[in-house]
């Protein structure tokens, strides 16, 4: 078993920035890819980006592209999302994602580890 815990959520105003962190504790050494999502209130879960164990590779959603940066610290076992010129369309609550066994990366059913989520308002 993976554990995932978000932080770093809150309510800022349009423009401004915010960094998310998830740490992961367990069985980490299964861990390959690990994604992040969010879901706006009436709105299915979407992806936003990933980034696989060596950090080599990312991917993100067209939404956020060049706004938002994912890295990871495997020595913390901490993945991040930098997220700067927040919109008033990226409030969400953002989850993290690890243990991906199928699918691509950008797909949520193939995540086998979720964590609580941490919730991003932005104000205009």
């Known amino acids: 078993q993976v554990q995932l815990v978000e932080s770093g959520g809150g309510l800022v105003q349009a423009g401004a920035s915010l960094r998310l962190s998830c740490v992961a504790s367990?069985?980490?050494?299964?861990?390959?890819?690990v994604g992040w999502f969010r879901q706006a209130p009436g709105k299915e879960r979407e992806f936003v980006a990933a980034i696989n164990w060596s950090g080599s590779s990312t991917w993100y959603a067209d939404s956020v592209k060049g706004r938002f940066t994912i890295s990871r610290d495997n020595a913390k076992n901490t993945v991040y999302l930098q997220m700067n010129s927040l919109k008033p369309e990226d409030t969400a609550k953002y989850y993290c994602?690890?243990?991906?066994?199928?699918?691509?990366?950008?797909?949520?059913?193939?995540?086998?580890?979720w964590g609580q989520g941490t919730q991003v308002t932005v104000s205009s």
């Open positions: 367990g069985r980490t050494e299964n861990r390959d890819v």
């Open positions: 994602a690890a243990g991906l066994v199928r699918g691509n990366v950008d797909t949520d059913y193939g995540y086998a580890y």
